[in-house]
């Protein structure tokens, strides 16, 4: 069965703490993103990557940087974690190619006191 | 630039009744059109797309969605409403990357 992995369900962090969420997917899918889901907002594009070592900025980037330096992970960034980046954290992947769907991780819930 | 809108927050409906769960959507060109379904406590999971052909697509668990162009919509229907289909469904429009509707909550009563 085809899997993306979230290797976090839920996380406490402190005001200003750096915070990695990682994402693993084993379907050798070039694309992966980040979304975050907060209610009545929907689902927003951080970030996402086409391909190893590359990244390209979604709708809200500020305050995340991501990391991909190997195809199968692709990691999300807080370098100093803010009240307002207490979500959802969604990890995707996806073959490049036509109109092919996402397919999703279970998320992780990151709550900053 | 492409988005998608669902009007509803909620929609109730009764077991054993149909059920339509409502997508706008507004593109330049021919659209790829998707809906997710998200279960409590889990990641999105796939339903159905459209990309070209027949403006009825069938997909998982019984969903239907049919595609308007004239209307600009793609509504998500059941015929016959399960208290499992309780569940947050979100509407999106590939342009590049996946533009996501806001979710509306279905909630089936017994």
């Known amino acids: 069965d085809v899997k993306v992995t979230q290797s976090s369900r839920y996380l406490v962090k402190r005001t200003g703490e750096k915070v990695f969420l990682e994402c693993v997917q084993d379907?050798?899918?070039?694309?992966m993103f980040w979304y975050r889901q907060d209610p009545g907002l929907g689902l927003r594009l951080i970030y996402f990557?086409?391909?190893?070592?590359?990244?390209e900025k979604g709708d809200i980037p500020e305050g995340y940087s991501v990391s991909r330096e190997k195809k199968e992970r692709f990691s999300l960034i807080l370098e100093s974690a803010s009240t307002n980046q207490t979500s959802m954290y969604l990890c995707?992947?996806?073959?490049?190619?036509?109109?092919?769907?996402?397919?999703f991780g279970a998320g992780s819930r990151l709550t900053v006191l | 630039a492409q988005s998608v809108a669902q009007p509803e927050d909620q929609v109730n409906v009764a077991e054993g009744n149909p059920l339509t769960v409502k997508c706008t959507y507004s593109?330049?060109?021919?659209?790829?059109l998707f809906w997710y379904v998200q279960y409590p406590n889990r990641g999105l999971q796939f339903l159905l797309k459209?990309?070209?052909?027949?403006?009825l697509v069938k997909g998982s668990y019984g969903f239907e969605a049919e595609f308007n162009k004239s209307q600009t919509s793609f509504h998500l229907k059941k015929p016959s409403a399960l208290v499992s289909d309780s569940a947050l469904y979100f509407c999106?429009?590939?342009?590049?990357?996946?533009?996501f509707g806001t979710g509306t909550r279905l909630q089936v009563f017994p």
């Open positions: 999106a429009v590939r342009d590049g990357k996946l533009i």
């Open positions: 379907m050798d899918h070039e694309n």
């Open positions: 459209y990309i070209t052909g027949d403006n």
């Open positions: 593109v330049s060109g021919n659209p790829y």
């Open positions: 995707a992947s996806r073959v490049n190619s036509g109109a092919n769907v996402l397919t």
């Open positions: 990557s086409y391909d190893v070592k590359m990244k």
